[in-house]
Each structure stands twice: as C-alpha cells, then as structure tokens.
C-alpha cells in the first residue's frame, strides 16, 4: 500500500522554477555554467574540489597521496623526476576540468631543448621552463584573495595534515634525522606518500576536514622554530621575535607542490592564527587556516559539505603536546592513537582517532555579496563602532547581523570585515540588533507589496515586464531573444503561478513577524522551506533568481579590497 503526499504551494514553485533552470540550461547553458563555477564564490570553489575528490576516490578507490609521485628527483637533478612531492591537485585536476593540462603534466615534453619526464620536474622548478607548473587551475584561487595575481602559481586552498606536527609535511631532499615513516603522526585526511580511503575514515566523513582555506599573500610563516611538536603555540611566540626569520610572502607556494608549506594546513591553532615551520624546513612546522572572509575560514568536509570555521572555534588545550611516534622529550608528546587534544578543531583533523564534535561548532559559508548590493551598502549611514574593552573605535556600515550574532560590516573604503557582536560596547551592539530588525521589517513589507505586484502581472498576462524587473539573471542573459524565452516558460507556467502565489500571500498574511523574518532568510538563501527557490533583494526589490543554486554568478563578485589593516585594529584582528 502507499501513500501520497500532499502538493503544496513550495512544490509548485520549486518544480516551475527548476523548468526553467533546466530549459536555460538547455538553450544556452553548459559552457555558461563551466564560466559561472571558474569565476564563482569561494564556497563554489570548495564544492567543486569535493566533487573532483569524490570522482577520484570512485575511480580509483582511495585519495591522491598529500605528497607524492613517481619518481626521486632532487635540488642537484630536478629534471630526473618530481621528487614524490606533487600534491593533491595535480592527481584531481582531469577531475576538475582540467584535462588539457593533466596530459600536459603525464606525458613527457620538451620545451627549448630541455626534455621534462612524465609527471614533470621537482614541482619548484622554474616556472617558466615547464610550463603546467604555472598553469594553477582557475577553481584554486580564492575570488576574494586579490593576491592571487601577484602569486599566480599558488593555491587558496590547502588540504588537511591533520593534528600532529612531526613529519607530516612532504619528503625531504636528504636525510635529517630524525626522520623515517611517522604513520602515527599522518592523522589527517592526506599524508606524505600516504594514500587514505573513505574506509580509513573511522570518524565519519561528515567528521573530518578535506580542504581549507590559506591566504597566498599578506602573512608572514616563520622558518626554523624549534619546539613545535611539543607545544605548537612556540610558534605564535616567535611572531614576537625580532630574530625570527620568515619565509618570503606567498610561501613559496606552488599548486603542484605537495609540502606542508604549500599546500597543507593542520587543525592545531584556531583559523587565522600565525603559522611556522620547524628546522625540517617544508617538511614539518604549525600551518594555519586562514582566509579574506571574515574572523574564520571556509573549509571543506568529507562528505562534500562546505562550512565555516570560526576562529574562535573550541581549540582544546593550545599548550598541549601533539601526538609523535617515538615519545619525544621524556615521554612528554601523545602516544599514537590518542584523541585530539585541540578541541573541536583538533577534532574535526583527525581521520580515525574517534573524535567526535557537534556540527553546530561550524556555520554556514559566509555569504559572498555582488556588485550592485555592495553599491547599495554604499549608501548606508556611516557609523562609528567601539571596542567592547574600550581599545578603540572604527568607522564602517552596517550591512548584515547573522542569527548567530556575526555582524558583518562595510568600511568607508568598501573593505568587508564580518565580528561577532561581543567584540563591541554594549550600546553598538544593541544599536546592531536594532538596526537588523528594522531593515527586516521594512524589507517584509515590501516583499509583501512586491508578490502582490508579481501577481498582477501574471494575471495581467505581462510576462516579458515580469522578465525583466521581477527576476533576476545573468547580464549575458539579458538579450531580446532570451527575456522572450523566459517569458514563454512564464507563460507555459500562469495558472499554477497564480495559484501558488495566492497561496504564499494567504501564508505571509497568517505570519508572525518572527515567521515572516524566517521565510525571508529561506527565500534569500534557497534553504529549508524555500528549498531550490530563491529570491534577491536587490535595487529595492524583491526579484525571482532565475538560477537556483547558481545565484553566486550573478554579476561578477566583488573582489574585497583587503583587511582593516592589523596594526590599526582595536577588534584584535590578524
């Protein structure tokens, strides 16, 4: 026997709006699409790594190593081969759209009489000479990371070593004892010439950190900090040396370049914490997320999920000794197996240490704004905030409050800066709060008054006007021809628009405010009851997304300028 659910009003739209996605899709779409994903938001960015890593793992049974290759190759005869030091990237790129240049990299070349091996050089060879070392695919550079251009070899995102420091990075050039297989220490997703299955995950996929984010310029990584294994905050302790040296900006970095420093991150210190390598050079050291959006950094789960990581996430124990095979220093490190000592962070590191952590401990990714919403913001009040401990005061617009109390701002230059509520005096944040519930309340109204004109319409039979100021598309979209066709798939859809819009009006009217201010963030986002329909309040109206879950594209997203300089900053920031 079975039984039917009932259709409502949110499956009527949904299934109209996904016809017209899919109809788009079909008459303009697939090369749009693959533009739209290359120039998208980091959270896109990150989805479509997960993806690239879960058609690998299907075709190959297990992950790329974190560092590995085929051949030994060395600083004295980088042409003999890639010194098993190419990272993950390299083995997932025919998986991101990036065919061309994995034949590239597989096959042998010669470029002005230097013949290169399959699987090319040591991956710091000069870039110039062999050429795929420079080509990083466009999905590892982070749209708001406008260093990038200035390090265009290097990645925005950087994949999990897990929570120990000894030996997790890639193979050294020569032997620097201590040195040798150190499993007990690889206990993260990747590991040098370690190839892990979703199998290995005891913790769950859903548990388990894949990727992160890493800013390329702007930071200083500290070189040759001893002590790390056993208590790796000595390395925030070295940032306030004056003899500490550092690597050069941009560390160094190369997509293709499988070492710590390059292309790993570690779940010890909270995002955007320094970072520093040890005397083993690229080999072993503390590297932190980092990111351009916000206090945190979005990272990648297993599963596929993208998320974001607070740093002010719980980190455990800072002081604590890290897990080391051999029990350095008197017995003073963590015997393998051991769970995580940093919390939920550490937690979130660790592949198969039976971690386990509340998924509420990590939000939503951080929301990427346009161009024409940030030219909006524009024309909000200039506001002077103040240091909750009373170190200073900033001049920025209020753009956005989060149900989880982050405070997203907008400073007089356009730069974004996103603080939760607790770093500022007791009246700013009030007047925050304040602020938010009257913009919602204004904006529920007009989406009120807006639906009813979008109805008008539609009975009225105006369904290119309807096109073209009530939903949203692609500036490339905007032809005659095109606004034609939306408007025909409008038309095919009147009579069960019309009802589903009488339907959601009656709703809004039975709602609370509270309700109404719920079905306004699902109608922006796309989630829960407005699953897979979104609307955009933009120029003052409530609009319909043509484009579901591809909205991010709309328009170019804005590149944001760069942090509130440090040494300015009386929030703390880094």
Known sequence: MSSQRPTSWMDGITLYVACIVGLSLLATALPRWRQSARSAACEMNLKQL?????????????????????????????????????????????????????????????????????????????FESYPPWKKRPQALACPADSTTKKFPTASSYVVNYGDAVMNVGASPLREMPPYGKTPAALRGMFGREMAFRFRDVLDGLSNTLMVSEAKIGGVQVAKNVSGMIERPTVCIDAQGKADTEYWPEGRTACWADGSLLSTGVQTILPPNSPSATSEKG???????????????????????????????????????????????????????????????????????????????????PVRTYQELELAEFAAYELETWHA????????????????????????????????????????????????????????????????????????????????????????????????????????????????????????????????????QENLTTGKGLARNFQMQFVQGKWKVVAEGRFNRAIGRPQEIRGAFEAAADPFGGR
């Open 282 to 364: 690229e080999l072993e050291g503390v590297l932190s997320a980092s990111s351009h959006h916000g206090e945190g950094a979005h990272v990648l789960i297993a599963d596929g999920s993208v998320r974001f990581a607070s740093q002010s996430i719980d980190v455990g124990d800072q002081d604590s000794p890290t897990v080391a095979q051999g029990h350095l220093d008197g017995g003073k490190t963590l015997p393998p197996g051991s769970r995580s000592p940093f919390g939920v962070w550490g937690a979130l590191g660790t592949r198969a240490a039976k971690d386990r952590f509340d998924v509420a401990a990590l939000s939503d």
């Open 388 to 519: 909750a401990k009373g170190t200073g005061k900033l001049q920025a617009r209020q753009i956005d409050l989060s149900d989880k109390g982050v405070l997203t701002l907008m400073s007089e230059s356009g730069d974004i800066r996103r603080l939760g509520l607790s770093r500022f005096a007791s009246q700013d944040a009030y007047r925050a709060v304040e602020t938010h519930r009257k913009r919602i309340q204004d904006q529920s109204k007009l989406l009120l008054e807006h639906l009813a004109t979008q109805l008008d319409l539609l009975e009225d039979k105006q369904f290119e006007t309807f096109v073209r100021e009530w939903m949203v598309v692609n500036s490339d979209d905007e032809s005659k021809s095109n606004v034609a066709m939306m408007a025909g798939l409008l038309k095919q859809q009147r009579g069960a628009m019309i009802t589903k819009y009488d339907q959601l009006l009656e709703l809004f009217h039975q709602m609370d405010e509270m309700t109404r201010a719920k079905l």
């Open 50 to 126: 997960g993806l690239a890593f879960h058609n690998y793992h299907s075709a190959y049974r297990q992950l790329p190593m974190g560092s590995g290759g085929t051949s030994p190759g060395s600083v004295d005869e980088p042409l003999l081969g890639n010194a098993n030091r190419l990272s993950p990237w390299v083995g997932i790129s025919p998986f991101m759209e990036q065919q061309a240049l994995w034949e590239q990299i597989s096959n042998p070349m010669s470029v002005a009489n230097k013949r290169f091996p399959a699987m090319g050089p040591v991956p710091w060879y000069d």
